[in-house]
Structure formats: structure tokens, C-alpha cells
């Protein structure tokens, strides 16, 4: 798969990418390999293992990762705009330096992921186990943790605006919005974001 892949790339890497160039790797191993720097736009990963993965500095802008298993993945520096991937499980996975806006991640396992410094505008973390999980100098935009679990998680430094409510009830749910999760973040080395409060009726 990997070489027929590599094989079917256009010499000129500014080419368009094309159907035919889009890496297909739905519901395929590829635990431990290293595609590091490469291109991967529009790469269809859905419930594939990529576990351990070494992908630092890849261009996977619009890739499908719904239900791919990313554990201990290393995606540092990784271009994961506009990604599609709902449900997917990336315990202890690195994001740090990584571009993540208009992401959905909604439902996903990041339980003890690093995503320092990581441009999350707009990014859907609907759902998401970000428990002791490093957000550390993160970049907020509008980003969505609506019913996020963020106990031990570290958001010292990060900064822009978020919407709750988030969970960061240790044993039980404890579900804290408005001034309270504002408080929060302040509490926790994070003075610089804001709490967006979506007022209804």
C-alpha cells in the first residue's frame, strides 16, 4: 500500500493532488511507520491503526481520521486543519506545534496527549477525554469543549476564546461555565481566555 503510494506521487510536489494520488488506507495497519514530512492531503485513515506512528510535519489538511486508533502517534508539527476525526483514539498521542483549526475531534480519546502550542481556532472537542492532557500555550478561537472531561489537564499559557460547559470532575462530573469555568482557567495559569456563554431562548 505504502509503496504502490509513494510510487503514484507526482514528480513535481506542487502538483494538484488527484484521486488517483490520495493515499487510501481505510481500516489498515500501520503501527510503528514513519511518513514523516510527507503530503498526505486528503488521506482517507478512517479506523485504521497508526498507532506509535511517526508523522511529525505532514501535510494532512482535510484527512479523514474518524475512529483511527493514534496512540503514541507523534503528529508534531502536523498540518490537521479542517481533519475529520470523530471518535478517534489518541491516548499519549503529540500534537505539540500543531495546526488542528476547524478540526473535529468530537468524541475522541486524548487522554494524556501533548498538543503544545497547538492553533486550535474553531477546533470541535465535543466530547472530547482531555484528562491530563498538555494544552500548555494552546491558541483558542471559538473552540468548542462543550461536555469535554479536563481534569489534570494543563492550560497554563493558552490564550482566545473557548465554549463550555466543561467537565473537570475528578471521580464524579463536575461541570463548570461562564464565570465559573473562566475562574477556572485563570485558576490554572490560563488569565488570557475568554468563555463565550451561547445564550438561549
Same mark, same amino acid.
Given at each position: 500500500?505504502?509503496?504502490? @503510494?509513494?510510487?503514484?506521487?507526482?514528480?513535481?510536489?506542487?502538483?494538484?493532488?488527484?484521486? %488517483? %494520488?490520495?493515499?487510501?488506507? @481505510?481500516?489498515?495497519?500501520?503501527?510503528?511507520?514513519?511518513? %514523516?514530512?510527507?503530503?498526505?492531503?486528503?488521506?482517507e485513515f478512517s479506523g485504521a491503526t497508526l498507532t506509535r506512528m511517526?508523522?511529525?510535519g505532514v501535510d494532512l489538511y482535510?484527512?479523514?481520521?474518524?475512529?483511527?486508533?493514534?496512540?503514541?502517534?507523534?503528529? %508534531?508539527?502536523?498540518d490537521l486543519r479542517k481533519v475529520q476525526a470523530r471518535g478517534c483514539h489518541a491516548r499519549s498521542a503529540k500534537l505539540c506545534g500543531a495546526q488542528l483549526q476547524r478540526a473535529d475531534f468530537s468524541e475522541s480519546d486524548l487522554f494524556g496527549a501533548d498538543l503544545s502550542g497547538a492553533r486550535l481556532r474553531r477546533t470541535s472537542f465535543y466530547g472530547v477525554d482531555l484528562r491530563q492532557a498538555v494544552l500548555h500555550e494552546c491558541v483558542f478561537g471559538k473552540t468548542w469543549f462543550s461536555g469535554a472531561r479536563m481534569a489534570g489537564c494543563d492550560v497554563s499559557g493558552c490564550s482566545g476564546s473557548v465554549t463550555g460547559p466543561v467537565d473537570i470532575g475528578v471521580d464524579s462530573p463536575r461541570l463548570l461555565d461562564g464565570p465559573e469555568l473562566l475562574d477556572w482557567f485563570t485558576s490554572n495559569g490560563a488569565p488570557d481566555v475568554e468563555v463565550e456563554v451561547h445564550q438561549t431562548g
Open positions: 500500500m505504502l509503496t504502490d @503510494y509513494l510510487q503514484g506521487l507526482p514528480p513535481d510536489p506542487g502538483a494538484e493532488q488527484t484521486a %488517483s %494520488s490520495l493515499l487510501h488506507g @481505510y481500516g489498515l495497519d500501520f503501527t510503528g511507520a514513519d511518513l %514523516s514530512g510527507l503530503d498526505l492531503l486528503g488521506a511517526l508523522l511529525v482535510t484527512a479523514w481520521l474518524a475512529g483511527a486508533q493514534l496512540s503514541q502517534a507523534d503528529l %508534531s508539527g502536523a
